[in-house]
């Protein structure tokens, strides 16, 4: 905890439940931690076992994966480490289950920038004003045209559809 490094106890603690690499991922995000080089290996390794978990498991840590402040770090950590395509993969399929087959994706690279910006968005019309946030010269404008909204819209964006999924994550959950 000190060093702040994301260290797995055991390689077959991932086998055994490959959704661990997931929420690796999110916690080494969530926390500002780094992911131990045995452990980054272990989680890549593990990835294409998640093609045999349920999608209900992978949707669940991908949502709270979503709810995070901001989620791009950690979609670009699941491109790297062979996740994405797998949660491709498991969307994929409850997708076709609903009767809504999916278009192809956006690259990883363009995912990862749609959802760093929505968060930097999010950020600026947040519930308290953050000038750090509104740094960039198109986000300074926002507070300016948006701001009377500032309430409104989290009040919005924070409302569960259904238990545990708010407006906001299904939001980066459709870019």
């Not at 990835?47 to 994966?65: G, Y």
């Not at 994929?92 to 363009?110: D, F, H, K, N, Y």
Request: hydrophobic letters at 50%; charged letters at 25%.
């Amino acid at each position: 905890l000190r060093t702040g490094v994301l260290r797995v106890c055991s390689r077959r603690a991932l086998i055994s439940d490959p959704v661990r690499g997931l929420r690796a991922v999110r916690l080494a995000v969530e926390l500002g931690f780094h992911m131990h080089a045995q452990t980054v290996a272990a989680v890549r390794e593990a990835a294409p076992r998640l093609k045999a978990v349920s999608p209900e498991r992978i949707r669940e840590e991908l949502f709270r994966t979503l709810a995070l402040t901001n989620p791009a770090p950690a979609v670009r950590t699941f491109d790297r480490l062979a996740l994405w395509a797998e949660l491709h993969h498991a969307v994929s399929t409850q997708a076709q289950r609903l009767g809504s087959p999916l278009e192809a994706w956006p690259s990883a690279e363009r995912r990862a920038a749609l959802i760093d910006r929505l968060a930097q968005v999010l950020a600026v019309l947040g519930p308290l004003h953050d000038e750090q946030a509104a740094a960039d010269a198109t986000l300074a404008l926002l507070p300016m045209r948006l701001g009377r909204f500032r309430r409104a819209l989290n009040a919005y964006l924070d409302r569960e559809l259904v238990a545990g999924r708010s407006v906001r994550s299904l939001l980066m959950l459709a870019l």
